[in-house]
């Protein structure tokens, strides 16, 4: 066969202009084609061409600096961008923000298995997936601005029941990563921290008529990767770009724990987990502290980003990882999760799917816990984590992920910017209310949607470092207060809606009763 090795800057000229460009990656430079990227800006800086590019990914790529997603946010280079996840590309996030490029999100999930049914040449993906929230037709379609008018998503109905029909369209060259390529374009992704959707990217676009191109750190001659090791067949690989210092993160060169070749204590700068929550004791070990009571022996369970994380590194610090079964989104089951820059990475995990085949098990009910933020709770028990402040911020896997978990543990504080605390082991006392009400009368944006999950039979709590409510089908219901909390002036006054109070609410499980 042909050798299919070429430089950075021939792949970057295979993009034609008006191209639909599909790309995968994860926060903090997780399996990120970023030599691929560097070479389409240099290209248009240069030349002026591409032009009008479609960008389509499912989670956040950059570095919320240059890297990633930031070397394509160009007005003229890109017109129209489906993203699942925007903040790791604030320039991106701007162009949406000016009305200078067409701004769409879709879940991260439904992205990932798109791309999987757009190459199997099936009429799109048919899912419940995005019912009742932002994403469905009956409000926003997924559009993020007022330049974007495209319908992604359309309503059908089969043997009585609604769905969702995300709808396929040809993916046109698809800048990829691996760890090696044999010259037939074989693709081994052994060094990588997670699969994603790579083969199915790669898939969308060879099926499509489109081109493949795959950054990898190192060659071998051909049959030089084992069969078991191959995770793209060079049948699916037009060419291959090879980079000798490509790193598996922004944070760190290369760590075998991450990619799950060997075990390893994780003794990298920038990589080590704190052992406990907050040192000293804070807001977040408060809410981790309530949140972990909900977990049970053998359940399935996803921690979200930001706060959420805490309950992890509880579970971590107590050493009870090995009494649940932990996920998240990229396809990564067991070991340690990482945090900030790094979530999505997983030390010592003890095993490693694609992404499309991990939301088929979200979706299909496997998940049995998820821990996640919110931005936005209302008395509806809709929340709110797609659009803050008027900025595209996009759900990642949350919609795939909330919508489909037996229970939903929503974490976070109570109000946000210029809160003052002074937390103790048996109390919490609020000295300085927050500038930004979380409670508001409605959500800016529905992400997670109350009366979807009341209609499933969901069970849905709230929980802060003053309160824990849960979603009824009468709607919130104010179920614990913090000790040392005054609930008239630190909570009640401080929503824009009027929970339901019971007539009497017990004390919140605090740091001092684990």
């Known amino acids: 066969m042909r050798n299919k090795v070429i430089d950075a800057q021939e792949a970057a000229a295979l993009i034609p202009d008006g191209a639909t460009l599909g790309t995968v990656g994860g926060g903090g430079g997780l399996v990120e084609a970023d030599t691929l990227l560097a070479a389409v800006e240099e290209r248009f800086l240069s030349t002026g061409a591409p032009t009008g590019l479609r960008v389509i990914h499912s989670l956040g790529i950059g570095d919320r600096d240059r890297r990633g997603l930031n ?50 040449g099936r009429p799109g993906l048919i899912t419940h997936v995005g019912l009742g929230t932002f994403v469905d037709p009956r409000q926003d379609g997924g559009r993020m601005n007022s330049s974007a008018r495209d319908e992604l998503v359309e309503l059908i109905e089969i043997e009585g029941r609604t769905l969702l029909r995300y709808k396929p369209f040809p993916v046109d060259v698809a800048l990829l990563r691996g ?59 037009d060419a291959v770009v090879v980079e000798p210092e490509q790193p598996q993160c922004h944070a760190f060169f290369y760590d075998p724990s991450i990619s799950g070749q060997e075990t390893g204590k994780g003794d990298l700068e920038g990589t080590q987990r704190k052992p406990t929550v907050d040192e000293p004791p804070g807001p977040r070990a408060v809410i981790a502290h309530r949140a972990a009571q909900e977990l049970f022996e053998n359940a399935v369970v996803n921690f979200g980003f930001g706060i959420p994380d805490g309950v992890a590194k509880l579970v971590a610090a107590r050493g009870e990882t090995e009494r649940f079964y932990q ?178 609410v017990p004390l919140m499980p605090f740091l001092a009763d684990g």
Not at 194 to 223: P, T, W
Not at 408 to 433: N, P
């Open 71 to 120: 070397r394509l946010a160009y007005e003229g280079l890109v017109r129209k961008v489906v993203g699942g996840h925007w903040i790791w590309s604030p320039r991106m996030q701007a162009l949406a923000r000016e009305e200078k490029i067409e701004a769409y999100i879709l879940p991260a999930g439904v992205t990932a298995q798109l791309m999987r049914e757009i190459g199997a």
């Open 179 to 237: 760890s090696y390529a044999d010259v037939d374009g074989n693709i081994s992704m052994e060094e990588e921290p997670a699969n994603l959707e790579a083969f199915a990217m790669a898939l969308a676009a060879h099926n499509s008529g489109g081109a493949v191109v795959f950054q990898v750190r190192g060659l071998v001659e051909s049959g030089g990767i084992p069969a078991r090791q191959v995770r793209i067949p060079g049948a699916l690989v």
């Open 327 to 504: 996920t998240i989104e990229h396809g990564t089951y067991g070991g340690e999760l990482l945090d900030g820059v790094l979530f999505g990475f997983a030390r010592n995990a003890s095993c490693m799917i694609d992404s499309p085949s991990q939301f088929d098990f979200y979706g299909g009910g496997g998940l049995d816990i998820a821990f996640l933020g919110f931005g936005e709770m209302d008395s509806r028990g809709n929340v709110n984590v797609s659009r803050l402040g008027g900025t595209t911020v996009g759900p990642g896997g949350f919609i795939d992920i909330a919508q489909n978990a037996g229970t939903v543990v929503f974490c976070g504080t109570f109000e946000a910017k210029g809160v003052g605390y002074e937390v103790g082991k048996k109390s919490i006392a609020i000295r300085r209310h927050g500038q930004i009400r979380k409670m508001v009368d409605e959500v800016d944006q529905i992400t997670f949607s109350g009366q979807h999950a009341v209609e499933g039979g969901q069970k849905v709590l709230c929980v802060t470092e003053r309160a824990v409510f849960e979603l009824t089908p009468a709607g919130m219901c104010l179920r614990e207060v913090a000790p040392g909390i005054d609930l008239g002036k630190d909570v009640l006054d401080r929503m824009d809606f009027e929970p339901i109070v019971p007539a009497e």
